[in-house]
T-cell receptor, first 113, second 112 residues
């Protein structure tokens, strides 16, 4: 069974450009989460989907970030326009239930120059 | 606000020794705790979890201890191996929020 996959693994973009990250959760997992780790700090929650609905988006830093999960399968996280402080590693995770083991993807390393 | 933090940023141990990684949390409503291991270039990998109605749980070479009185969580790794070298994160979930809150991570270095 495939795990959580993220694409791309690395992205280098210029300040002001747009980047879209993709996450494919484990099949059948209704819960999908986005997290990020910036500047080597702790991993911070961004938002949580249950199927196609945003359950909690309290961690989204500002309106330059837009997450979607059309159809309740894969999810995208778009950053537009990207700023230098957006650099970091973006992780996606999925789980069957909200209080069960969450499986993480390998992350997308975003570098904004 | 709630926070989950780690006491030691880096822990260096000799191969074969036991390792103990500590974590403090501040949210008394936390009811589910998880330890994750993250190797370079990979995402966090589940190691072991414990619910708030327990104070100890054992896995293969790993033990998690939970002290709710002082809001402290620890991960014990027996007979540490070079493959255990990684960054370890504690994380918690509370009943009011369905997403993980992570600590800042401890790097474990195993010396051969």
């Amino acid at each position: 069974e495939a795990g959580v996959t993220q694409f791309p693994s690395h992205s280098v973009i210029e300040k002001g450009q747009t980047v879209t990250l993709r996450c494919d959760p484990i099949s059948g997992h209704d819960n999908l989460y986005w997290y990020r780790r910036v500047m080597g700090k702790e991993i911070k929650f961004l938002l949580h989907f249950v199927k196609e609905s945003k359950q909690d988006e309290s961690g989204m830093p500002n309106n330059r970030f837009l997450a979607e999960r059309t159809g309740g399968t894969y999810s995208t996280l778009k950053v537009q326009p990207a700023e230098l402080e957006d650099s970091g590693v973006y992780f996606c995770a999925s789980s069957l239930g909200h209080n069960t083991e969450a499986f993480f993807g390998q992350g997308t390393r975003l570098t904004v120059v | 606000g709630e926070s989950v933090g780690l006491h030691l940023p880096t822990l260096s141990v000799q191969e074969g020794d036991n390792s103990i990684i500590n974590c403090a949390y501040s949210n008394s409503a936390s009811d589910y705790f998880i330890w994750y291991k993250q190797e370079s270039g990979k995402g966090p990998q589940f190691i072991i979890d414990i619910r708030s109605n327990m104070d100890k749980r054992q896995g293969q070479r790993v033990t998690v201890l939970l002290n709710k009185t002082v809001k402290h969580l620890s991960l014990q790794i027996a007979a540490t191996q070079p493959g255990d070298s990684a960054v370890y994160f504690c994380a918690e979930i509370n009943t009011g929020r369905r997403a993980l809150t992570f600590g800042s991570g401890t790097r474990l270095q195993v010396q051969p």
